[in-house]
């Protein structure tokens, strides 16, 4: 055999073991970055929450992931990490990431995602658009670089829609998108936009959740803010709603959708 053809052949395996190296390369990188779950979570912070509860709000997620149930959690999935942000909301004109996308997979990872979240500077914004909100939230996925096997918003509230698109027009195309919506209404104290405490449950379980296993759990007192939502964390990563909610609601809906904005007129007309 030539030398010549001797150095192409070598040549040649040479540029087949780099490419099946990369090959190689890329199907490790592509089963690194999948995920048990990519979580929203989608926080309230409206002028209707007072600082204490925005306060115990922000406190009750920073002590949740530093709690051992959340990461035991994580780490019995079936890939045993997460990929989670924390955005804030309030009305038409403020939504914003706090937290980035942030891949936890055990104590260590948990306890910097809360150390980011206690750090982080704290707002306080007029409006409640739970709808722009949803919107927001769901821009997010976009911007993951994870592939998880299941996408959740998680969203907070004390109130009712009453800025923005109406929340079932965003809630279909959250929901078109494969997205489960699950919720956390807060009626500690008077529900936020003047409605009675004793239907913002209703309005968020008609109006707000869906998707597959969709399920809500409601923070009635404010010394409970950390276990409420510690709870809801567990039951969302290990994917075991506390009750299923189906993501399109049946004939004989509870409650009036828009009744956030027929209260804000009302709320304008009287000032």
């Not at 099946?20 to 779950?37: K, P």
């Not at 204490?52 to 709000?57: P, V």
């Not at 260590?108 to 709808?131: K, V």
């Not at 959740?209 to 950390?226: E, H, K």
């Amino acid at each position: 055999m030539s030398a010549g053809k001797l150095s192409w052949g070598r040549h040649r395996l040479f540029q087949v073991t780099v490419s099946a190296l990369f090959w190689f390369s890329v199907a490790l990188e592509a089963q690194a970055i999948e995920v048990d779950l990519e979580l929203v979570l989608a926080v309230d912070i409206s002028g209707s929450m007072d600082t204490s509860e925005r306060t115990a709000q922000r406190g009750g997620y920073v002590e949740a992931f530093r709690h051992r149930d959340v990461v035991q959690a994580i780490r019995k999935g079936m890939i045993g990490r997460i990929n989670v942000t924390y955005v804030e909301w309030a009305g038409s004109d403020f939504q914003a990431v706090v937290v980035p996308w942030t891949v936890i997979d055990d104590a260590a990872s948990a306890d910097q995602f809360s150390d980011t979240l206690q750090a982080a500077p704290t707002n306080d914004f007029h409006g409640t658009s739970i709808s722009e909100g949803l919107t927001f939230a769901a821009r997010q996925f976009d911007l993951s670089d994870h592939d998880g096997i299941r996408q959740v918003i998680d969203i907070s509230g004390d109130g009712p829609n009453n800025r923005g698109p109406p929340v079932l027009e965003a809630r279909s195309q959250v929901l078109a998108r494969g997205i489960t919506i699950n919720g956390l209404p807060i009626v500690v104290g008077r529900a936020g936009g003047s409605l009675p405490t004793e239907l913002l449950d209703i309005y968020y379980e008609d109006c707000v959740i869906g998707g597959p296993g969709a399920f809500m759990i409601t923070v009635d007192n404010i010394n409970r803010f950390g276990e409420a939502i510690r709870r809801k964390l567990v039951l969302e990563i290990a994917g075991r709603p506390a009750r299923i909610i189906p993501a399109a609601m049946e004939d004989g809906q509870r409650i009036d959708c828009l009744i956030g904005e027929r209260l804000r007129r009302d709320w304008d007309d009287d000032r």
